[in-house]
């Protein structure tokens, strides 16, 4: 390969300004200059400019650095400071005549030290601060790249071998099982029996579609199964694939590869309001078996394929929000410095999610261990680095703006069908010239500001200008997702292509002010077969998306079709399901991997044929049984000798709670809560600044109180009126809790007779407590009934409900998620509001669909755990009835109570 | 090296994993060595450090926003005398507008702002020479918890609880009390078990979200308390939860998971009682409320803070971090820095001087310092702008030398220029204290071995006692 890629490409994208820097050659430079740069210039810079441009002031604002010969010509965010002999188009000249910048800041420089700036810039801007533009020469070599090729199980084609012979043909359903087979008799394992048949129809409904099966669903089940079990579960299984609540099922689990989020999170953490399309856009696919290739292409490059209606366009470019979303730091000072870490964080994700290939570690040197050169690394950067990534919120008409804290924003895509989100707010003329007349204010107050800066004391006049600009910044996002007239506009997040395309230069241990070569853009050469061709103009992110999402790759149907494995038993065929490389884990099965992987190329990458595939094979419906030897020979189960016993995870454990509680709402929300909240930034769990939502909360109680004043006189004494009066469901309060305020329990006094003080000050307490719960819940949402993968995904602030059960790290590629057993989860259920509220819900259904308490105590082990209890478990439960009524509970209380229990309980997490 | 206690403790900590590996090998399970593959048994049993340690635990005094150094421990004489010049990197140098006298028998220079705690000078050792890599806030605080700000990592404390484990079965082995809003990476578990992540305790001290949290008047731990049960209802409850969880285990004959669900409702039973119990400061004194500053004043809030940070690492959690904010004295330096240093001068005292009293600080390492220090030279006039390339933290206790100054920076303090002590060394430092190689804490992830020091780092033994 060629390390010096063609030096004379035209410089046009920002983003990527960094690496396509000119190279000045290094002209010895006289001893005339040197002095004139040492007595006229360095100086200067020293005292003038470091302060606030030099890495080594740790400074550096607007991404300029003055410190080095190169950086300078580099420049910051605006362009060269410095072009030799051309005054005019250096910008540190111009800035000092305060043309377009004023440096130093409010302060001209003497004349004559101007002149002399020119006279240097003229005379090529001799420069002794050189330093070497370093030629980095890779230490995997091609044929090393070649050999990893040859010999790397990972980097070959897929075959699809034959099944391998066994001994007892019988047991085996699908081809997929023969494998197994095979490696257990050659172990010397026996595989378990076939499972109960409510386990296994447990096992169906969680896998495909994340909730419990319903008692109709077990008899019928159950039945069919003691008939003809494949057939039985065939049945089930396709009508699971057909139901909507398939995609909200694998889609989430997509979600956790993608790192779905809808904020930026870290320290300046913003809301990315239209994230959710996304979001939705994933369900849509699962559930209508797109093409996983296609699916793949779109989120690298949905706005360079082709489309032949809006709808197709739309959907095309909110595919590749997948490569806008991720984690960003928006505060961060250096935009260079921000663009190399969102470059980094594209190749990082794309190449682990597709490719199950760790490629970004070779940002700052050769991968130590895969065949995976550093030039390879910026062989993407070249081609992500052509594209322009929108994340942020459009400008008003009154141009951009963004807050203080939020230096690196960016605008949004029109989508070019218009959906707007019922919270999309619509203004009238008269909000529109408010709003409008607001921003020319504030903006006119700021330019005051500005002039009167010399007089104003530096504290108050430092916090007026940020509130100011915090200010504007908010209002103009408020207009800008409006027309003229104040209609919502449709947008969504993603990326489009620079104008011109542009190659990255390497950068020496990753570091953005050590640029070496230029690197032709490429693929990891170790992937491919013959270096790709581009079009010309092309970034070649539409080659790539191709490439990636075809079986032109080794590695993409391997990648997901191990996934899809997974998610039915319990352990990937490789089980680092996002490293494929050297460090990963090597296949259990190899064969059967290929085998999948080039069955899932077949069936035009239908991923629900491969869940079917596993799904109805023998090796899925084994028991979990323990087995003593088996288990000492084979204590990690690794050849599948028996089913792993899984945790459910977090969704499927609230959205069982929701189903079985009868309490769910299986209606899509549209939008979601940070979409309602629009583009601000997160703050103590809030979307928004909590002071000021704190003002709105008591502006709200103080309207609800007087309205309810008015009513209480005009309409006499019914307590249930209006917004108060105990809620059906909010129960009593806790016996002794030690005077604790809780104004949940009090909220029942709204159905005494009179309006006295005691009540008058209960009613307050409530109202204030249910409206503090609506800011305060915005983002737990714990009254929340609709399915989990609707629940706003903030990072950081994620729904405690998710995160106590190990939601994936949103901030991560995460295609294996944690499954731990926690104190706090244990805290959770036993204390939390949700697993309360939803165990009455649970009690009340029982008491309406059964009037005797033993069927009640039946029907409630039947609904959590899938089957009828134990003759322990049932005398348990009566036990406990009768000893929880002594200790004072009612007969509805202690139902609850036993309710909570069994979401508590150990099997109801389980899949066994 | 573990005494009978010890001993006894871990045993009960693991007593759930130890009654199912059978009980003959107590002693090699029950205190385990580090470098033991983690995975099987309890993740936070009490483990064996690499060589002895010098500080069993440790209390973090993180001083978010940056506290000048040039104020507060680095004296500067030089800077006083060219008070008004103009600085290395441009604008006019600003003597600190407080006085620095010589403190204790060693001498060491502290100023006026910190009063109380200079009487502790004996017991200080400053580091006078810190480095790191990130000039701005968000980035700082992430470095000096996690090592680096590019990625994200686990924190000091979550590396001190994988490699330490902790001694006391009803409280979490690592706590951030109070710590700022969107602060979790810094005392997150990253990619180490989220077993030894750090529990969030209280709040962020914003008022405002303060006010809607009467629901959680006084609650500390998320979903502590039940809102409707009475005790003894829910032990009825609890009995019936792990009835039914035995059962299943006896079916399954072997099922760790299931095994790990009934450990974690008896821990979290425990919770119930310890944690609200060991935050109830209405039992302690008045005489020990005042010692801190937690009985009335300025002090009151962090002054809580410190003696609950005592009540926990007395109770056996193995790392306490408490946040004392908003140090970013762009301008009004006499006055802000003046404030915050009185919120938190007396409860650091006191808290020293309650671990001496209580014979703790000669294994508890107590930590001070911010995430970068500020510039010599003015900024909006009575201002300092961040300074990354040279400040001071300081420890006490745990193994330092009391009494001793490390390092140093330039004459006006721009520059760390001897003993430089980047935030890799400080880290590395740390972890020595607790009996921890650096370079041996390693935690394989993505397919290789990570660690806090990443491939930096080098111990400051001229600090050892």
Request: proline content about 5%; charged content about 25%.
């Amino acid at each position: 390969m060629d390390w010096n890629g063609p030096v004379s490409k035209a410089i046009v994208s920002l983003a990527c300004a960094v690496m396509i820097a000119p190279v000045v050659a290094a002209e010895p430079i006289s001893a005339d200059q040197q002095a004139f740069f040492e007595a006229k210039i360095r100086p200067v810079l020293i005292k003038e400019c470091y302060g606030c441009h030099s890495n080594k002031a740790g400074n550096v604002r607007g991404g300029l650095r003055l410190d080095t010969k190169q950086l300078t010509l580099l420049g910051g965010s605006s362009g060269p400071a410095v072009v030799p002999g051309s005054p005019e188009d250096s910008l540190l000249y111009t800035a000092m005549l305060h043309e377009d910048f004023e440096m130093p800041p409010r302060r001209r420089l003497a004349g004559d030290v101007i002149a002399d700036f020119q006279r240097w810039i003229e005379m090529g801007a001799p420069d002794p601060r050189e330093t070497q533009m370093a030629e980095i020469r890779a230490t995997i070599s091609g044929a090393d790249i070649q050999q990893a090729k040859e010999t790397f199980w990972a980097y070959q084609h897929p075959q699809d071998h034959s099944a391998p012979k066994v001994s007892h043909e019988s047991w085996s359903r699908t081809k997929t099982d023969r494998f197994i087979l095979a490696k257990l008799e050659a172990e010397g394992l026996k595989p378990a029996g076939d499972a109960d048949a409510h386990h296994i129809l447990r096992r169906l409904c969680f896998d495909l579609v994340g909730l419990p099966p319903t008692p109709a669903q077990l008899i019928f089940f159950t039945e069919q199964f003691q008939q003809n079990p494949d057939q039985a579960i065939s049945v089930v299984v396709d009508r699971l694939l057909e139901s909507k609540y398939f995609g909200e099922r694998w889609g989430r689990h997509w979600m956790d590869v993608a790192r779905y989020a809808e904020s930026t999170g870290r320290e300046v953490n913003m809301t990315y309001p239209h994230a959710w399309r996304y979001r939705d856009y994933v369900i849509d696919a699962f559930n209508a078996d797109k093409p996983f290739d296609r699916f793949v292409q779109e989120q690298i490059a949905g706005d360079l394929l082709p489309a032949n209606s809006d709808q197709k366009w739309s959907e095309n470019l909110i595919a590749t929000t997948f490569l806008a979303m991720g984690p960003k730091n928006v505060n961060e000072q250096n935009r260079v410095q921000f663009s190399a870490d969102l470059i980094d964080e594209q190749i990082d994700a794309t190449t682990r999610v597709f490719l199950g290939m760790s490629v970004a570690c070779a940002r700052c040197h050769d991968h130590k261990f895969d065949a995976i050169p550093q030039a390879d690394y910026y062989a993407m950067a070249g081609i992500f680095g052509s594209m322009t990534t929108y994340f942020g919120n459009p400008p008003s008409e009154f141009g951009s703006f963004s807050s203080a804290q939020a230096r690196r924003s960016s605008s949004l895509l029109l989508v070019p069908v218009e959906d707007p989100n019922p919270y999309d707010k619509s203004y009238t003329g008269s909000e529109l010239t408010e709003l409008r007349s607001e921003i020319t204010d504030l903006i006119s107050q700021l330019a005051n500001l500005r002039r009167n800066r010399q007089q104003s004391s530096g504290q108050n006049a430092a916090r007026d200008r940020l509130r100011i600009t915090n200010q504007i910044a908010q209002a103009s996002a408020k207009l800008a997702v409006v027309d003229e007239s104040g209609n919502p506009r449709t947008y969504c997040m993603g990326v489009q292509e620079t104008q011109t395309p542009g190659d990255a230069r390497l950068l020496v241990r990753g570091e953005i002010d050590q640029p070496a070569q230029r690197i032709d853009r490429g693929f990891p050469q170790v992937l491919c077969d013959h270096s790709p061709r581009f079009e010309t103009d092309s970034s070649g992110r539409l080659e790539l998306a191709r490439w990636i999402g075809s079986n032109e790759n080794s590695l993409t149907a391997r990648v997901m079709v191990n996934r899809i494995w997974q998610h039915l038993i319990g352990q990937g065929l490789v089980r680092s399901t996002e490293n494929f490389g050297v460090t990963g884990q090597s296949p259990s099965h190899p064969d059967l991997l290929d085998h999948l992987a080039v069955r899932f190329v077949e069936s035009g990458w239908s991923v629900k044929t491969i869940v079917k595939e596993i799904a109805t094979s023998r090796v899925y419906r084994v028991a979990s049984e323990y087995d003593e030897s088996s288990h000492h020979q084979d204590p990690d189960n690794a050849w599948l000798w028996r089913a792993h016993p899984r945790r459910l995870d977090a969704e499927a454990i609230r959205d069982a709670i929701l189903s079985i509680s009868g309490e769910v709402d299986h209606e899509r929300p549209r939008g979601s809560e940070v979409a309602k909240a629009g583009y601000v930034r997160v703050r103590d769990g809030f979307l928004g600044d909590p002071r000021e939502l704190a003002q709105r909360a008591m502006e709200q109680a103080r309207a609800e109180m007087q309205g309810d004043m008015r009513q209480r006189f005009a309409g006499g004494q019914n307590g249930q009126r209006g917004s108060f009066g105990g809620r059906p469901g909010s129960s009593g309060g806790r016996p002794g809790a030690r005077g604790r305020f809780n104004p949940r329990g009090q909220g029942r006094a709204g159905q005494a007779a009179g309006f006295d003080r005691s009540t008058a000050q209960a009613r307050m307490a409530e109202t204030m407590q249910r409206i503090s719960n609506q800011y305060t819940n915005q983002l737990n949402m714990e009254d929340a009934k609709f399915r989990s993968v609707y629940l706003p995904m903030v990072r950081d602030q994620e729904p405690r409900s998710l995160v106590v059960f190990d939601l994936a790290d949103t901030s991560a590629v995460t295609g294996t998620r944690e499954s731990s057993n926690t104190a706090n989860q244990a805290l959770y259920m036993m204390n939390n509001r949700f697993v309360i509220d939803s165990s009455d819900s649970f009690a009340r259904r029982l008491i309406r669909e059964h009037s005797a308490n033993g069927e009640r105590i039946e029907a409630a082990f039947e609904l959590t755990y899938g089957r009828k209890p134990t003759r322990g478990e049932r005398s348990a439960a009566i036990g406990f009835i009768k000893k929880f009524q002594s200790q004072g509970g009612s007969g509805q209380q202690t139902l609850s109570a036993l309710c909570q229990s069994l979401f508590a309980s150990a099997e109801f997490r389980y899949i066994d | 090296m573990y005494s009978r206690r010890d001993l006894l403790q871990s045993m009960s900590a693991g007593f759930g994993y130890l009654a199912f590996a059978g009980l003959s090998s107590t002693l090699s399970r029950s205190a385990r060595a580090v470098d033991a593959a983690a995975g099987s048994g309890n993740p936070l049993m009490p483990r064996i450090p690499h060589f002895p340690a010098r500080a069993k635990r440790v209390i973090f005094l993180c001083m978010q926003g940056g506290p000048s150094h040039v104020d507060t421990f680095d004296y500067k004489p030089q800077l006083v005398k060219d008070h008004g010049k103009q600085g290395k990197y441009g604008g006019s140098l600003l003597k600190s507008p407080w006085e620095f006298r010589q403190r204790g028998e060693s001498g060491l220079w502290i100023s006026e702002l910190f009063p109380e705690v200079a009487r502790h000078a004996d017991d200080l050792c400053l580091i006078r020479s810190m480095q790191c890599d990130q000039p701005v806030h968000p980035g700082a605080m992430t470095q000096m918890h996690t090592g680096t700000a590019q990625f994200i990592r686990p924190s000091l404390g979550a590396w001190a609880l994988y490699g330490l484990g902790t001694e006391n079965d009803s409280l979490p082995g690592f706590i951030s009390l109070s710590p700022p809003a969107g602060s979790s990476r810094n005392f997150g578990s990253s990619f180490l078990p989220a077993i030894y992540g750090g529990t969030k305790v209280g709040r962020s001290g914003m008022r405002a979200a303060a006010r809607f949290q009467n629901r959680g008047a006084g609650e500390s731990v998320p979903d502590i308390a039940n809102a409707k049960l009475s005790e003894g209802q829910q032990r009825s409850q609890l009995d019936l939860i792990q009835s039914l969880n035995r059962e299943k285990l006896r079916r399954d004959k072997y099922q760790p998971g299931v095994e790990g669900v009934i450990e974690s409702y008896e821990l979290a039973f425990r919770m119930q009682d310890a944690m609200p119990e060991l935050m109830d400061l209405s039992g302690e004194s008045e005489s020990t409320l005042a010692l801190y500053g937690a009985d009335q004043g300025p002090a009151q809030s962090f002054g809580k803070q410190c003696l609950l940070a005592r009540r926990f690492v007395e109770a056996g959690v193995r790392f306490v971090e408490i946040t004392h904010g908003n140090w970013d004295q762009h301008a009004n330096l006499a006055n802000d820095h003046e404030a915050r240093a009185t919120a938190c001068d007396q409860p650091i005292a006191g808290l020293l001087q309650d671990l001496k009293q209580r014979d703790l600080l000669k294994d508890t390492l107590v930590i001070w310092g911010g995430e970068f220090g500020r510039t010599p030279a003015a900024q909006n006039g009575d201002g300092r702008n961040h300074n990354n390339r040279g400040y001071t933290t300081w420890m006490a206790g745990g193994g330092v030398k009391g009494g001793y100054s490390y390092g140093a920076t330039d004459e006006h303090g721009y520059e760390s220029v001897e003993q430089k002590c980047h935030i890799h060394d400080w880290h590395a430092t740390i972890l020595h204290l607790l009996g921890l190689d650096h370079e041996r804490l390693t935690y394989r992830y993505a397919g290789r071995d990570f660690r806090l020091t990443d491939v930096h780092g080098t111990v400051a033994s001229e600090i050892l006692a």
